[in-house]
Protein backbone atom coordinates (compact mmCIF):
# COMPACT_ATOMS: atom_id res chain seq x y z
CA UNK A 1 0.00 0.00 0.00
CA UNK A 2 1.11 3.27 -0.88
CA UNK A 3 1.67 6.14 1.47
CA UNK A 4 -1.25 7.94 2.43
CA UNK A 5 -2.00 11.61 2.29
CA UNK A 6 -3.76 12.97 4.87
CA UNK A 7 -6.36 15.31 3.55
CA UNK A 8 -8.31 16.41 6.62
CA UNK A 9 -7.81 15.73 10.23
CA UNK A 10 -10.88 14.98 12.71
CA UNK A 11 -14.17 17.10 12.16
CA UNK A 12 -16.79 17.71 14.07
CA UNK A 13 -20.17 16.02 13.16
CA UNK A 14 -19.84 16.55 9.58
CA UNK A 15 -22.34 14.46 8.06
CA UNK A 16 -24.12 14.03 11.33
CA UNK A 17 -27.81 13.07 11.30
CA UNK A 18 -28.39 13.42 15.17
CA UNK A 19 -25.84 14.12 18.48
CA UNK A 20 -25.68 10.49 18.87
CA UNK A 21 -23.91 9.71 16.25
CA UNK A 22 -20.46 9.36 15.59
CA UNK A 23 -18.31 12.15 13.49
CA UNK A 24 -16.68 11.80 10.70
CA UNK A 25 -12.69 12.22 9.05
CA UNK A 26 -11.88 11.76 5.93
CA UNK A 27 -8.38 11.60 3.94
CA UNK A 28 -6.72 10.79 0.73
CA UNK A 29 -5.42 6.78 -0.20
CA UNK A 30 -3.35 5.45 -3.15
CA UNK A 31 -5.04 3.44 -4.41
CA UNK A 32 -3.52 0.34 -6.23
CA UNK A 33 -4.64 0.34 -9.83
CA UNK A 34 -4.63 -2.37 -13.11
CA UNK A 35 -1.18 -1.53 -14.30
CA UNK A 36 -1.20 -0.81 -18.18
CA UNK A 37 -0.60 -4.19 -19.58
CA UNK A 38 -3.93 -4.87 -17.76
CA UNK A 39 -2.11 -8.22 -16.50
CA UNK A 40 -2.96 -7.33 -12.67
CA UNK A 41 0.12 -9.34 -10.72
CA UNK A 42 -1.50 -8.68 -7.06
CA UNK A 43 -1.94 -12.07 -4.98
CA UNK A 44 -0.03 -13.87 -7.82
CA UNK A 45 3.03 -16.20 -7.11
CA UNK A 46 5.07 -14.88 -10.17
CA UNK A 47 8.37 -16.67 -12.22
CA UNK A 48 10.52 -15.28 -14.87
CA UNK A 49 12.58 -17.61 -17.28
CA UNK A 50 14.53 -16.25 -19.97
CA UNK A 51 15.90 -18.20 -22.90
CA UNK A 52 19.42 -19.52 -23.96
CA UNK A 53 19.78 -20.00 -27.85
CA UNK A 54 23.41 -21.41 -26.85
CA UNK A 55 24.77 -18.87 -29.12
CA UNK A 56 26.84 -17.29 -26.38
CA UNK A 57 25.83 -14.38 -27.15
CA UNK A 58 23.09 -13.44 -25.34
CA UNK A 59 23.57 -15.40 -22.01
CA UNK A 60 24.52 -12.31 -19.80
CA UNK A 61 22.31 -9.60 -21.03
CA UNK A 62 19.24 -11.84 -21.14
CA UNK A 63 19.69 -13.67 -17.74
CA UNK A 64 20.28 -9.22 -16.24
CA UNK A 65 17.15 -8.24 -18.30
CA UNK A 66 15.39 -11.27 -16.23
CA UNK A 67 16.87 -10.06 -12.98
CA UNK A 68 15.75 -6.53 -13.91
CA UNK A 69 12.12 -7.45 -14.54
CA UNK A 70 12.02 -9.29 -11.13
CA UNK A 71 13.72 -7.01 -8.80
CA UNK A 72 11.39 -4.56 -10.16
CA UNK A 73 8.38 -6.76 -10.08
CA UNK A 74 9.46 -7.64 -6.46
CA UNK A 75 10.15 -3.46 -5.05
CA UNK A 76 6.51 -3.17 -5.90
CA UNK A 77 4.38 -6.10 -5.09
CA UNK A 78 6.78 -7.44 -2.56
CA UNK A 79 7.77 -4.39 -0.70
CA UNK A 80 11.22 -5.25 -1.76
CA UNK A 81 11.55 -8.86 -0.55
CA UNK A 82 13.09 -11.82 -2.91
CA UNK A 83 9.82 -13.40 -3.92
CA UNK A 84 10.07 -13.97 -7.87
CA UNK A 85 11.85 -17.42 -9.46
CA UNK A 86 14.08 -17.06 -11.99
CA UNK A 87 14.87 -20.16 -14.42
CA UNK A 88 16.79 -20.59 -17.48
CA UNK A 89 15.32 -22.20 -20.41
CA UNK A 90 16.95 -23.92 -23.27
CA UNK A 91 15.78 -22.40 -26.27
CA UNK A 92 14.18 -24.87 -29.01
CA UNK A 93 14.00 -23.30 -31.84
CA UNK A 94 11.05 -25.41 -33.33
CA UNK A 95 9.10 -24.65 -30.20
CA UNK A 96 6.32 -22.13 -30.80
CA UNK A 97 6.50 -20.23 -27.31
CA UNK A 98 3.44 -18.02 -28.21
CA UNK A 99 1.50 -21.17 -27.68
CA UNK A 100 -0.52 -21.66 -24.79
CA UNK A 101 -0.18 -25.36 -24.48
CA UNK A 102 3.98 -24.39 -23.97
CA UNK A 103 3.77 -21.82 -21.85
CA UNK A 104 1.55 -23.75 -19.64
CA UNK A 105 4.04 -26.70 -19.22
CA UNK A 106 6.05 -23.60 -18.32
CA UNK A 107 3.98 -22.80 -15.54
CA UNK A 108 3.22 -26.38 -14.16
CA UNK A 109 6.72 -27.09 -14.11
CA UNK A 110 7.64 -24.01 -11.93
CA UNK A 111 4.06 -24.09 -9.86
CA UNK A 112 3.61 -20.30 -9.72
CA UNK A 113 0.17 -18.24 -10.86
CA UNK A 114 2.01 -16.65 -13.44
CA UNK A 115 4.78 -16.66 -15.99
CA UNK A 116 6.79 -14.55 -17.78
CA UNK A 117 9.09 -16.03 -20.41
CA UNK A 118 12.09 -13.66 -22.30
CA UNK A 119 12.59 -14.88 -25.54
CA UNK A 120 16.67 -14.25 -27.10
CA UNK A 121 17.45 -11.51 -27.93
CA UNK A 122 17.23 -10.57 -31.95
CA UNK A 123 20.46 -8.72 -32.51
CA UNK A 124 21.45 -6.11 -35.56
CA UNK A 125 24.62 -4.99 -37.00
CA UNK A 126 26.99 -3.93 -33.67
CA UNK A 127 27.26 -0.65 -34.96
CA UNK A 128 31.38 0.77 -34.19
CA UNK A 129 30.95 4.76 -33.00
CA UNK A 130 34.56 5.33 -31.98
CA UNK A 131 37.72 4.08 -30.47
CA UNK A 132 40.09 5.68 -28.07
CA UNK A 133 43.23 4.71 -26.30
CA UNK A 134 43.76 3.14 -23.27
CA UNK A 135 46.42 3.50 -20.96
CA UNK A 136 46.11 -0.01 -19.16
CA UNK A 137 49.29 -2.50 -17.17
CA UNK A 138 47.42 -5.24 -19.03
CA UNK A 139 48.86 -4.41 -22.29
CA UNK A 140 47.39 -2.02 -25.29
CA UNK A 141 43.88 -1.42 -24.75
CA UNK A 142 41.25 0.64 -25.96
CA UNK A 143 37.66 1.70 -25.32
CA UNK A 144 35.25 0.93 -27.96
CA UNK A 145 32.03 3.03 -28.11
CA UNK A 146 29.31 0.92 -29.48
CA UNK A 147 25.60 0.51 -30.35
CA UNK A 148 24.00 -2.91 -30.81
CA UNK A 149 20.15 -2.37 -31.64
CA UNK A 150 18.00 -5.13 -30.22
CA UNK A 151 13.94 -6.79 -30.42
CA UNK A 152 12.82 -8.78 -28.05
CA UNK A 153 9.68 -10.88 -26.99
CA UNK A 154 8.32 -11.47 -23.53
CA UNK A 155 5.35 -14.03 -23.55
CA UNK A 156 3.33 -13.72 -20.09
CA UNK A 157 0.51 -16.19 -18.94
CA UNK A 158 -1.62 -15.86 -15.51
CA UNK A 159 -3.06 -19.21 -14.91
CA UNK A 160 -5.47 -18.05 -12.51
CA UNK A 161 -6.66 -14.98 -15.80
CA UNK A 162 -9.85 -14.70 -17.02
CA UNK A 163 -7.92 -14.38 -20.37
CA UNK A 164 -6.84 -18.46 -21.20
CA UNK A 165 -4.27 -17.24 -23.45
CA UNK A 166 -0.80 -16.27 -23.90
CA UNK A 167 0.23 -12.49 -23.91
CA UNK A 168 3.01 -11.47 -26.22
CA UNK A 169 4.85 -8.36 -25.84
CA UNK A 170 7.31 -6.67 -28.40
CA UNK A 171 9.84 -4.40 -27.98
CA UNK A 172 12.98 -3.02 -29.92
CA UNK A 173 15.77 -0.59 -28.58
CA UNK A 174 19.59 -0.04 -28.56
CA UNK A 175 22.29 -0.88 -25.96
CA UNK A 176 24.97 1.79 -25.64
CA UNK A 177 28.02 1.49 -23.80
CA UNK A 178 31.64 1.44 -23.91
CA UNK A 179 33.82 -1.50 -24.34
CA UNK A 180 37.11 -1.75 -23.08
CA UNK A 181 39.08 -4.81 -25.58
CA UNK A 182 42.82 -4.93 -27.06
CA UNK A 183 43.84 -2.42 -29.73
CA UNK A 184 43.23 -3.30 -32.92
CA UNK A 185 40.46 -5.78 -32.06
CA UNK A 186 37.96 -7.20 -34.82
CA UNK A 187 34.22 -7.35 -34.83
CA UNK A 188 33.92 -10.26 -33.71
CA UNK A 189 36.35 -10.38 -30.47
CA UNK A 190 34.35 -6.26 -29.89
CA UNK A 191 31.15 -8.21 -29.89
CA UNK A 192 32.63 -10.92 -27.91
CA UNK A 193 33.74 -8.59 -25.11
CA UNK A 194 30.32 -6.30 -25.70
CA UNK A 195 28.67 -9.62 -24.33
CA UNK A 196 30.49 -10.38 -21.14
CA UNK A 197 29.90 -6.93 -20.37
CA UNK A 198 26.67 -5.95 -21.27
CA UNK A 199 24.81 -7.14 -17.69
CA UNK A 200 24.25 -3.11 -16.47
CA UNK A 201 22.46 -2.55 -20.22
CA UNK A 202 20.39 -6.37 -19.27
CA UNK A 203 19.60 -4.42 -15.88
CA UNK A 204 17.59 -1.35 -17.45
CA UNK A 205 16.55 -3.39 -19.86
CA UNK A 206 14.76 -5.70 -17.75
CA UNK A 207 13.66 -2.70 -15.39
CA UNK A 208 12.08 -0.60 -18.59
CA UNK A 209 10.28 -3.47 -19.77
CA UNK A 210 8.62 -4.09 -16.06
CA UNK A 211 7.05 -0.91 -15.89
CA UNK A 212 3.54 -1.55 -17.75
CA UNK A 213 3.41 -4.51 -15.37
CA UNK A 214 3.83 -2.02 -12.27
CA UNK A 215 -0.01 -0.64 -10.60
CA UNK A 216 -0.81 2.37 -11.51
CA UNK A 217 -2.42 4.79 -8.61
CA UNK A 218 -5.37 6.63 -7.70
CA UNK A 219 -5.58 9.12 -5.14
CA UNK A 220 -9.14 8.42 -3.64
CA UNK A 221 -11.04 10.16 -0.78
CA UNK A 222 -12.31 7.45 2.34
CA UNK A 223 -14.15 8.75 4.89
CA UNK A 224 -14.40 6.87 8.69
CA UNK A 225 -16.39 7.48 11.40
CA UNK A 226 -14.99 8.49 15.03
CA UNK A 227 -16.22 9.15 18.60
CA UNK A 228 -15.04 10.95 21.59
CA UNK A 229 -15.37 7.96 24.05
CA UNK A 230 -14.41 5.92 24.59
CA UNK A 231 -10.14 6.15 24.31
CA UNK A 232 -10.29 3.76 22.37
CA UNK A 233 -11.55 5.40 19.30
CA UNK A 234 -8.94 8.37 19.54
CA UNK A 235 -5.98 5.64 19.29
CA UNK A 236 -7.14 4.03 16.69
CA UNK A 237 -8.51 7.28 14.92
CA UNK A 238 -4.47 8.15 15.30
CA UNK A 239 -3.40 4.61 14.05
CA UNK A 240 -5.67 5.21 10.72
CA UNK A 241 -4.07 8.52 10.07
CA UNK A 242 -0.53 6.91 10.54
CA UNK A 243 -1.77 4.25 7.98
CA UNK A 244 -1.54 1.75 10.31
CA UNK A 245 -4.60 -0.64 9.34
CA UNK A 246 -3.66 -3.58 11.30
CA UNK A 247 -3.73 -1.64 14.59
CA UNK A 248 -6.63 0.34 13.63
CA UNK A 249 -8.96 -2.54 13.22
CA UNK A 250 -8.01 -4.22 16.24
CA UNK A 251 -8.77 -0.92 18.39
CA UNK A 252 -12.20 -0.76 16.81
CA UNK A 253 -12.62 -4.62 17.25
CA UNK A 254 -11.86 -4.44 20.74
CA UNK A 255 -15.18 -1.47 21.04
CA UNK A 256 -17.57 -3.48 19.49
CA UNK A 257 -19.11 -5.06 22.48
CA UNK A 258 -21.09 -1.43 23.11
CA UNK A 259 -24.48 -1.46 23.61
CA UNK A 260 -24.82 1.76 21.40
CA UNK A 261 -26.04 -0.15 18.12
CA UNK A 262 -25.11 3.06 15.96
CA UNK A 263 -21.28 3.46 17.67
CA UNK A 264 -21.26 -0.28 16.52
CA UNK A 265 -22.80 0.27 13.19
CA UNK A 266 -19.45 3.11 12.41
CA UNK A 267 -16.94 0.46 14.13
CA UNK A 268 -17.95 -2.08 11.42
CA UNK A 269 -18.13 0.36 9.12
CA UNK A 270 -14.62 1.09 9.70
CA UNK A 271 -13.22 -1.79 9.68
CA UNK A 272 -14.69 -2.79 6.30
CA UNK A 273 -13.86 0.54 4.76
CA UNK A 274 -9.94 -0.56 6.40
CA UNK A 275 -10.53 -3.99 4.73
CA UNK A 276 -11.51 -2.95 1.45
CA UNK A 277 -8.31 -0.26 1.27
CA UNK A 278 -6.04 -3.09 1.71
CA UNK A 279 -7.72 -5.28 -1.12
CA UNK A 280 -9.42 -7.73 1.31
CA UNK A 281 -13.13 -7.18 -0.56
CA UNK A 282 -14.77 -10.32 0.73
CA UNK A 283 -14.08 -9.26 4.52
CA UNK A 284 -15.26 -5.93 3.33
CA UNK A 285 -18.52 -7.10 2.33
CA UNK A 286 -19.20 -8.83 5.41
CA UNK A 287 -18.26 -6.38 7.99
CA UNK A 288 -20.56 -3.88 6.09
CA UNK A 289 -23.41 -6.24 5.76
CA UNK A 290 -23.17 -6.55 9.61
CA UNK A 291 -22.80 -2.61 9.84
CA UNK A 292 -25.88 -2.74 7.90
CA UNK A 293 -27.96 -4.49 10.08
CA UNK A 294 -27.05 -2.84 13.16
CA UNK A 295 -27.78 0.93 11.82
CA UNK A 296 -28.11 1.84 7.85
CA UNK A 297 -25.21 4.80 8.31
CA UNK A 298 -24.73 7.06 5.21
CA UNK A 299 -21.29 6.02 4.43
CA UNK A 300 -21.95 2.32 4.36
CA UNK A 301 -24.69 2.68 1.73
CA UNK A 302 -21.46 4.29 -0.16
CA UNK A 303 -19.00 1.73 0.59
CA UNK A 304 -21.89 -1.03 -0.02
CA UNK A 305 -22.06 0.57 -4.09
CA UNK A 306 -18.77 0.65 -4.37
CA UNK A 307 -18.57 -2.98 -2.62
Given at each position: MKKLTILATVV ?14 SMLVDMRGVPS ?150 EAEILDAFNAS ?110
Open positions: AAVAALSSCEPEVFSGLDLAGRSISVVYMDDLSGKDTVFNKNIAQGFAKAIEQDYFDGSEAVAIYSLEKDMAADYASRDTLVNIAVESGDDVVFLFDSPEYEALQLESRKALKSDEGKMETVHVKLPFRLNMYAYDTLGERDTVRVFSGQSVIEQDVICPQGSDSAEAGDRTGTRAAVRFLPTWTAREFAFYHSSFPAAWDQATLAALQYDWHRAIELWMSMLKTGNVTKRAALEYNIANAMYIMGDSELARKWSDLSSKDCDLPLNQKLRKQL
